[in-house]
Nanobody, 125 residues
Framework: VQLQASGGGLVQAGGSLRLSCAPS????????IGWFRQAPGKEREFVAAITWRGVATYYSDSVKGRFTISRDNAKNTVYLQMNSLKPEDTAVYYC???????????????????WGQGTQVTVSS
């Protein structure tokens, strides 16, 4: 069971990208989904998360106001719209599902049990 993250690429500072996260092998409509990122030499950090119903969203301070997380459970897909990108947003972005269904959102990678392979986002200055 994996989550497929896609939509990364190279963009200039100030530009936008939309990442998508879709599972293979099962549905995650009853799981909270989080986005994390990891830059070279740094620890994996929380970016954004959305509850399984999509009612509540959470963001790190570094992306609040620029990124928007959303989900379409009918399409079994979660999106991360990234606007006003900065060079410091450069990282591999991962989506992940909580360890169990109906579980609350966490800011910590250890609380997510299903991960995708990541998609590279590079923002040039």
């Amino acid at each position: 069971v994996q989550l497929q993250a896609s939509g990364g690429g190279l963009v200039q500072a100030g530009g936008s990208l939309r990442l998508s996260c879709a599972p293979s092998g099962r549905t995650f409509s009853t799981y909270g989904i989080g986005w994390f990122r990891q830059a070279p030499g740094k620890e994996r950090e929380f970016v954004a998360a959305i509850t399984w119903r999509g009612v509540a969203t959470y963001y790190s301070d570094s992306v609040k106001g620029r990124f928007t997380i959303s989900r379409d459970n009918a399409k079994n897909t979660v999106y991360l719209q990234m606007n006003s990108l900065k060079p410091e947003d450069t990282a591999v972005y991962y989506c992940a599902a909580t360890r169990s269904a109906y579980m609350g959102i966490s800011y910590y990678p250890v609380d997510y049990g299903f991960w995708g392979q990541g998609t590279q986002v590079t923002v040039s200055s």
